[in-house]
């Protein structure tokens, strides 16, 4: 990609993976998704950035009833160097989406493929958002771990929704910021180096 203000090359992409359809939306199977190198360079053809070896890989689910579904996703980075001091190795970030009804995400993601979530009649938003939390979803995110510097990081982010603890669909508003909080359990971590 090159452009006046410098230069994007992205090199060794490659992608392998299984999948089925099981809604108009939802996939189900598992792939890879790699990139050997992108490379940035400024306008005098100096290096800005440098990412070495991305790759994901994602396994979706779905569980022996057939109405939930578990999303697990992995990315990893070898190297990431660039201008100043940015010196980033062995980035790992592991993500988790557990318990997610089939049939609520695959309307979510219709109404996202569909155009702005303005453009989505405001009762078929409240309605799949109230059929997946009802679910009582998980969402893990992490841990996310790398070194900076020779130093290193762990962090994580974990959520949990308690679909029992909802109103009765008829008082179920997707704006009401108490009940959020009423229903969901939060717990976070960060194990940092005392060097960063």
Do not use: C
């Not at 199977?29 to 950035?49: N, T």
């Not at 179920?172 to 194990?191: E, G, P, V």
């Amino acid at each position: 990609f090159d452009a006046l203000s410098g230069k994007t090359t992205v090199s060794g992409f490659s992608y392998t993976g299984n999948h089925q359809l099981i809604q108009s939306a939802v996939w189900v199977g598992a792939g890879r998704i790699g990139l050997a190198s992108v490379i940035a360079e400024d306008a005098l053809g100096e290096e800005v950035f440098n990412m070495a070896n991305l790759s994901l890989d994602m396994n979706v689910e779905a569980d022996s009833s057939g109405r939930t579904v578990n999303i697990d996703a992995l990315y990893a980075i070898e190297k990431v160097t660039g201008a100043g001091d940015l010196d980033v190795s062995d980035m790992r970030l592991a993500l988790r989406f557990a318990g997610l009804d089939i049939a609520a995400l695959n309307d979510l993601v219709e109404m996202n493929q569909a155009g702005q979530v303005s453009d989505v009649p405001p009762e078929d938003l409240r309605a799949a958002v109230y059929q997946l939390a009802a679910a009582s979803p998980t969402f893990e995110f992490g841990p996310l771990q790398t070194q900076w510097q020779t130093e290193s990081f762990s962090a994580g982010l974990n959520l949990a929704f308690n679909g029992a603890g909802l109103p009765a669909y008829e008082s179920f508003s997707i704006a009401d910021t108490a009940l959020w909080l009423q229903i969901i359990n939060a717990d976070t971590y960060i194990d940092m180096s005392d060097q960063m």
